[in-house]
């Protein structure tokens, strides 16, 4: 799978982000995007293939596996490392609207098209909300899922058409088990980096519309 429009994505939006964004888009692409590349995507590449139980029931494996891993762990992290990112591009396409009315207009409307005020405000704000309850739910449906974040050694799995009880054997678990820890951390912490960059916007402004207002009082 090619990750070129997700680098180019947090590429262009880290010119119009703050410092807690830029580092926010520094954790994405070096502890997440270029980690998952390199080394989890392989770690998982052949997961259902070596799945195995005690027992050669044609089908047991399949069932037992698909009830313990409903969903692929590194297609959920792919589609979270998507859709965490996806907010971004309210920014960059509000930017690009604030541009294209500057030349259907002939004339600078904006004293800086790329500055975070205003209406571009909001749509900052909006995104880093979204990246936030994306990145909440995103763990959320991981816990939910696996039942926590570990990944057992062995699974016993009595689903039919195994005949009874049989013990499944999950490969590499324990490597598994640190990356899965590192991604949560990872994740984890871009969530407060989120809410971090949240209270320190509104902070600033709300100190910047006071004192706007405490010079039209003073004048």
């Keep these: 799978m090619s990750w070129a429009f997700l680098r180019d994505l947090l ?9 807690i964004g830029r580092i926010w888009v520094a954790v994405v692409f070096m502890f997440r995007l270029l980690v998952y ?8 590449k052949h997961e259902h293939d070596e799945f195995e139980c005690n027992i050669k029931q044609p089908g047991c494996e399949n069932v037992c596996f698909d009830h313990y891993f409903p969903v692929s762990h590194i297609r959920l992290w792919a589609l979270q490392l998507i859709m965490v990112s996806t907010p971004s591009l ?8 604030r541009e294209n009315r500057e030349k259907h207009h002939n004339q600078k ?16 704000l909006i995104s880093l909300i979204l990246k936030t309850g994306l990145e909440t739910v995103f763990l959320v449906l991981f816990y ?16 039919k058409p195994c005949p009874n009880t049989v013990d499944c054997y999950i490969s590499k678990p324990t490597e598994k088990m640190i990356f899965l820890y590192f991604l949560v951390a990872t994740s984890c912490l871009c969530i407060i980096l989120n809410l971090g960059e949240l209270s320190y916007l509104i902070f600033k402004y709300s100190v910047k519309c006071y004192l706007k207002r405490h010079v039209k009082k003073q004048q």
Aim: net charge positive; aromatic share 14%; proline share 2%.
């Design 11 to 19: 590429s262009g939006v880290n010119k119009y982000s703050t410092g």
């Design 109 to 124: 409307l904006y004293k800086n098209s790329g500055k975070i005020d205003g209406g571009l405000l909001c749509t900052y």
């Design 37 to 44: 590349v390199a080394a989890a995507e392989n770690i998982w």
């Design 144 to 159: 939910k899922l696996y039942n926590g974040f570990k990944i057992p050694h062995l699974v016993k799995c009595d689903i």
């Design 90 to 97: 309210l920014v960059v396409f509000h930017v690009a609207y």
